[in-house]
């Protein structure tokens, strides 16, 4: 994007802001890079020293209608002078409802919903819904999964030592398998056969050894692992995990907190694989960066009593206010343009296929995989090895930071493309330039 002339990046105001927050703020936040915001508006983040910078990390994933869309400022002003909160586990109001029944609706019907501030929480509801329903104690995830960090989701999660490091015990009963990850597949086997070896290591290494699978609460899995350097699994591996899940009356629940909300060019990422989930976990970019959550479970499954589960503050009416919004343009967008879902997928497959084109030109470029607007770069030292280049990963992002453009790491030397769902080719045309000559500059100094 652009800087103002004649000053560095981060600016003198950025350096002061960035001091005091250490004197205050908690040292867990990850923060990667010295960005201290002052205003956004679409795809656009202005800091304090007015430096503009281009946003494809999407406040990681959460702001699918870009910064302060107007049509969702709107709706959060009207909502704010009715009236700000009234606890919707205690009380009714119509903002929580007519959430609920859109969301049934996209989830295929015959749903009811759970509403929360965060993945995490959505996540929790989930491990609880499944125990209470099934009364069996074990769940299953997988390796390089991130659920939250909250104990119970902390439990589920695969992704990094450092997320676990002190806090034990956990949450008992939890079982970790492998993620099917083709680009990097179990030693031995090809990556055409990962999904088959995954779904055979639960039913005949773990079902056999380690835990009967009526003893199996829940499955939780991504449809596309997110902090884990946005895998994308073979086609036919959900379809197949459904199945299995079905054979022992195991409940399937699907995490689509990164990659839900139209992110992948459909509503949600698991209807890239044809199946069907017994709970869902939403959050991030339901209400275009207010705090809101949901779990989302065919109706058979609600049948706990009151007071079993309840949150304060989870289904806020302002934030269902936003919700609802965020929806509409998500799906159906503004006459007569098509809705976001659909830019994302058309945007979405430009970026993919520039990037690819890209990857047969750079050496640190291992892999490109990703569906619509949540794509992964994988960065190596070596095509042949594999070896991550994590420093290099990291030298990237920073750069590409110093040029204008903000972008994430997951994984452990992926870079994530993640723009909000409004990114115009003009904006994407911009990112992929300023990326490369970071790319550029990285593997020509060898850094």
């Not at 959505?122 to 390089?144: D, H, V, W």
């Amino acid at each position: 994007m652009t800087k103002k002339s004649n000053q560095s990046i981060p600016g003198q105001k950025a350096l002061q802001w960035v001091e005091r927050d250490h004197n205050v703020i908690s040292p867990s936040y990850t923060r990667q890079y010295p960005l201290v915001v002052a205003s956004a508006k679409g795809l656009v983040v202005v800091d304090v020293d007015g430096n503009r910078y281009l946003d494809f990390t999407s406040g990681i994933a959460v702001t699918a209608t870009g910064h302060c869309h107007p049509k969702v400022v709107k709706a959060i002003r009207a909502q704010a002078g009715r009236f700000i909160h009234m606890s919707g586990t205690d009380f009714y109001y119509p903002q929580e409802v007519l959430l609920a029944e859109r969301l049934s609706a996209l989830a295929g019907g015959d749903r009811k919903s759970f509403f929360t501030n965060s993945g995490t929480e959505s996540i929790e509801a989930a491990m609880k819904l499944a125990r209470y329903t099934t009364r069996r104690p074990y769940f299953i995830s997988f390796l390089g999964s991130f659920h939250g960090r909250t104990f119970g989701a902390l439990s589920l999660t695969g992704s990094k030592p450092v997320h676990r490091n002190r806090f034990a015990p956990l949450v008992p009963s939890v079982l970790h398998v492998p993620y099917p990850n083709m680009y990097r597949p179990p030693a031995g086997i090809p990556p055409n056969q990962c999904c088959g070896y995954v779904l055979d290591l639960i039913r005949n290494q773990l079902f056999r050894h380690l835990v009967s699978p009526d003893e199996v609460a829940a499955i939780f899995v991504e449809p596309i692992q997110g902090e884990g350097g946005y895998i994308v699994p073979p086609a036919d591996f959900l379809s197949g995990l459904s199945a299995l899940a079905d054979e022992f009356g195991i409940l399937l629940v699907v995490d689509e907190v990164q990659s839900g909300i139209g992110r992948t060019g459909k509503m949600f990422a698991y209807e890239h694989f044809c199946v069907q989930p017994d709970i869902i976990a939403l959050a991030k970019g339901i209400a275009s960066g207010l705090p809101l959550g949901a779990m989302v479970a065919k109706s058979a499954l609600m049948n706990w009593e009151p007071g079993a589960h309840a949150n304060t503050f989870g289904g806020n009416p302002i934030a269902c206010e936003a919700a609802l919004v965020t929806l509409d343009l998500v799906e159906r967008g503004t006459p007569p343009a098509h809705g976001l879902m659909q830019n994302a997928a058309k945007i979405g497959a430009l970026l993919l296929a520039r990037l690819k084109k890209m990857q047969e030109s750079y050496c640190l470029i291992g892999d490109v995989r990703g569906l619509g607007l949540m794509i992964g770069i994988e960065l190596v030292k070596d095509q042949i090895t594999k070896e991550p280049a994590i420093s290099e990963r990291n030298q990237i992002i920073q750069r590409c930071f110093e040029r204008g453009l903000l972008i994430l790491g997951c994984g452990t030397s992926v870079i994530r493309f993640a723009p909000p769902l409004t990114i115009k080719r003009t904006e994407a045309e911009t990112a992929l330039a300023i990326f490369e000559e970071a790319l550029t500059a990285v593997e020509k100094n060898g850094i």
